[in-house]
């Protein structure tokens, strides 16, 4: 007989959890009617803005979008170059190559699976002794849910005088020195897709940045370029607002969000202690919390990986891989790449392997997640 079956996201559970709170923060914004821009927008503008610790907050139509218009902020386009991980979702690649300008794929730690200093400071040495593009911005990815190496980012950035975007759409709520991921670049972009740690139901994102000139620039971007007044058109934007709708949702949220990464956390932990003998656990970045947007262990090879997966599906259970391809070896990009190895997301994209992770989850399931694992 089959067993139960396990979700990799769980939403309808999550419906019976949180359903009450989210249906009075919806009827409401049903009963005002003031589906752009209404006031639950500005609410959680303000209540996200609090909770990472930044001066401000602009909530916009998706974690792609929040990237394309602080990009748009900066002026990127033809001839520039944006470094970021060959190791991450499409969407941090695809917004430079939308602009215009080219995207450089750097290398990643093989422990932490972040983007690896070392190889951006060659990558952006080469860029400069080619002479064809200018080093324009950094996009530092705090992956699966744990914290880029902001500090160093932060001294590259400076140095060579670019700008440095973190996209936090994995990594909402987690944790980096001490402090809430929001503050560790010149802005930060983060997702509320649904699977994300902090999803909402629908798309969304937000922008932070603690520059009151940029975050003025960012509102009028995400609305088509608008000046003081409405029909004042300043620049090319975008339509890029978040919908009430979704700010009610992840209002009535917010409250249960700091329960959740606790949760994530516990099961992480029940993972790591089962399964440390035997598969290498995700390595910690040190002084920080991560909000487990993923919990992704690595197996010996690609076969071995193939065989685990088929194991936990025979039992019900769902698996992920993040992600089976570097960037620079897929069709979108391999043409905006200089066909260089990047030797570590290669062969990670092979081992690595994804496993349950949300607060839904009991410790009887992740419990039989793990004896699936180890039988
Ligand atoms: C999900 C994700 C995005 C894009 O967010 P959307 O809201 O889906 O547009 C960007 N970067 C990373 C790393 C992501 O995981």
Known sequence: ??????????????????????KKRVDHVLSHCQFILGPEVQELEER?????????????SSGTDAIQIALMAENVGSGDAVFLPAFTYTATAEVPLVLG???????IDPETFQIDPTH??????????????????????????????????????????????????????GVYQGHKLGNEADATVTSFFPSKPFGGYGDGGAIFT?????????????????G??????????????????????LLAKLDYFDGEIARREEIACLYDK?????????????????????????????????????????????????????????????NSHDGSVLPVSEKISKQIFALPIHPELTDEEVLRIIDVIKG
């Not at 007989?1 to 989210?22: C, E, H, T, W, Y």
């Not at 300008?101 to 290398?107: C, I, L």
């Not at 003081?228 to 949702?249: C, W």
């Not at 262990?297 to 089976?324: C, F, G, T, V, W």
Request: charged fraction near 20%; glycine fraction near 6%.
């Open 274 to 334: 089962h399964l440390a003998s035997l598969v290498h656990v995700p390595v910690r970045v040190p002084q920080s919390q991560s909000a487990w947007a993923i919990y992704s262990i690595l197996l010996e090879n690609e076969q071995m990986r193939a065989k685990l997966q088929n194991k936990l599906k025979e039992d019900n259970i769902p698996s992920a891989i993040y992600y089976p391809l570097p960037l620079h070896l897929q069709p979108a990009y391999c």
């Open 101 to 107: 300008a080219t995207p450089v794929f750097v290398d």
């Open 210 to 226: 603690n520059d009151e000139e940029k975050a003025e620039l960012y509102r009028s971007l995400r609305s088509h370029g608008e």
């Open 48 to 60: 996200l803005a609090l909770y990472v610790g930044a001066k401000f907050c602009i909530g916009v």
């Open 120 to 173: 951006l400071k060659l990558c952006i040495q080469k860029v400069r002794n080619e002479g064809k593009l200018t080093p324009k911005a950094i996009i530092g990815v705090d992956l699966f849910g744990q914290p880029a190496p902001w500090d160093v980012l932060r001294k590259i950035a400076k140095q060579e005088r670019m700008f440095l975007l973190d996209d936090c759409a994995q990594s909402f709520g």
């Open 1 to 22: 007989m089959m067993s139960n079956p396990i979700f990799f996201l769980d939403l309808k559970k999550q419906q019976q959890r949180l359903g009450d709170a989210v």
């Open 228 to 249: 003081k007044t409405r029909y004042q058109v300043m620049r090319t934007g975008m339509n890029g607002r978040l919908d009430t709708l979704q700010a009610a949702i």
